[in-house]
T-cell receptor
Framework: NAGVTQTPKFQVLKTGQSMTLQCAQDMNHNSMYWYRQDPGMGLRLIYYSASEGTTDKGEVPNGYNVSRLNKREFSLRLESAAPSQTSVYFC??????????????FGPGTRLLVL | AQSVSQHNHHVILSEAASLELGCNYSYGGTVNLFWYVQYPGQHLQLLLKYFSGDPLVKGIKGFEAEFIKSKFSFNLRKPSVQWSDTAEYFCAVNVNYGGSQGNLIFGKGTKLSVKP
């Protein structure tokens, strides 16, 4: 099992450009998440998908869109990148999500630099 | 808004020193508590978690944490740190709002540097 995989690992964008971050999990988990990690800020939830076919906003959704393509894949799209979106992006998954005792499993991260 | 506070931004210790990292949360209801660790260049992984029962929880690599409900705290401890414990440590809380979705709320993290 690869667990949670993310592509690309690193990306440089110019302000205004768009891109999609890909995430896939092979653990048959229902719930998937996108976080951003900034120095001194910890992890903040951008969007989540409690189950296939559903998505909801997290703490910092502005400037992002998501697609739960199927049970395995959850993508994050930046339509018009801004320097404030320079960050490390982590995808995570958990078996059922919701209020639970479950562990979230994280991918290796995508480091994004917006110039 | 609910929040998780980690008091120390950066802790520097020598090998064999004891470690205690503080974590406090602001929600008074039912919570599940987690400590995650991020080693340099790696992704986050679970150290330990607590949801009920014995408030002293043991995790991987000799770490433990104590839940003190009256203090809204879930401090992480290790009696003797090693150089390999150098990492960033995140406390996280999963709050039951009475609905179906309770997302993880992370603290800002504490960087631990262990000098050999």
């Amino acid at each position: 099992n690869a667990g949670v995989t993310q592509t690309p690992k690193f990306q440089v964008l110019k302000t205004g450009q768009s891109m999609t971050l890909q995430c896939a999990q092979d653990m048959n988990h229902n719930s998937m998440y996108w976080y951003r990690q900034d120095p001194g800020m910890g992890l903040r939830l951008i969007y989540y998908s409690a189950s296939e076919g559903t998505t909801d906003k997290g703490e910092v959704p502005n400037g992002y869109n998501v697609s739960r393509l199927n049970k395995r894949e959850f993508s994050l799209r930046l339509e018009s990148a801004a320097p404030s979106q320079t960050s490390v992006y982590f995808c995570a998954s958990s078996p059922t999500g919701g209020w639970s005792r479950e562990t979230q499993y994280f991918g290796p991260g995508t480091r994004l630099l917006v110039l | 808004a609910q929040s998780v506070s980690q008091h120390n931004h950066h802790v520097i210790l020598s090998e064999a020193a004891s470690l205690e990292l503080g974590c406090n949360y602001s929600y008074g209801g039912t919570v599940n508590l987690f400590w995650y660790v991020q080693y340099p260049g790696q992704h986050l992984q679970l150290l330990l978690k607590y949801f009920s029962g014995d408030p002293l929880v043991k995790g991987i690599k000799g770490f433990e944490a104590e839940f003190i409900k009256s203090k809204f705290s879930f401090n992480l401890r290790k009696p003797s740190v090693q150089w390999s414990d150098t990492a960033e440590y995140f406390c996280a809380v999963n709050v039951n709002y009475g609905g179906s979705q309770g997302n993880l709320i992370f603290g800002k993290g504490t960087k631990l540097s262990v000098k050999p």
